[in-house]
Structure formats: structure tokens, C-alpha cells
């Protein structure tokens, strides 16, 4: 009886941890989700095609539009050129 209190318990410690972990990777993916969502909004305010946003950062317009899209993270090295881009700093 004891072995299967026991055994109940690490069952739900692993539910708990598998539940903690996908609520992180939510928040993650809502995070990146936000940030695309964020420069677009930037770039339709000021009039600007995906292609031109690439063009001025030397990437393809995929790459951009798949970091509007939260399907791709953006660089660390590209933050600083898109935020001078878009006149965020």
C-alpha cells in the first residue's frame, strides 16, 4: 500500500513538472508571438513593405516575415539594427 502511495506521488510530481514545463513554453511562444506582432504593427504604421525592412537590414524577406510571424527568433545581433530601423531607439 505504502509502495503505491509512492508510487502515486512521483506519477504526480512528473504531471506537475510536465504541466509547469508547457506552461513556460507557452509563455515563450506568446512572447516571440508578441515581438512579431510588435514590429509589424511598426511597419504597417510607417508604410513599409516586408521587402524594404529586409533590404535596408541585408536579410531575406522570408527570414523577416517569418520573425513577424513568430515562426522564426530574431537574431540578437539583427535587435539593435531593427530597432534603430524602425526608430525605437
Not at 504597417?44 to 531575406?60: E, G, P, R, T, W
Not at 516575415?65 to 513568430?70: I, K
Request: glycine share 2%; hydrophobic share 45%.
Amino acid at each position: 500500500m505504502a509502495k503505491e502511495n509512492v508510487s502515486k506521488q512521483k506519477n504526480v510530481q512528473k504531471t506537475y513538472s510536465l504541466m509547469n514545463k508547457l506552461v513556460i513554453l507557452l509563455h515563450i511562444f506568446y512572447f516571440v508571438m508578441a515581438i512579431g506582432n510588435t514590429i509589424r504593427k511598426l511597419r504597417v504604421a510607417k508604410n513599409l513593405s516586408q521587402q524594404f525592412v529586409a533590404d535596408n537590414l541585408n536579410i531575406d524577406r522570408r527570414t523577416y516575415a517569418a520573425w513577424e510571424m513568430g515562426t522564426q527568433d530574431i537574431k540578437s545581433s539583427f535587435i539593435p539594427r531593427l530597432a534603430d530601423f524602425l526608430a525605437l531607439r
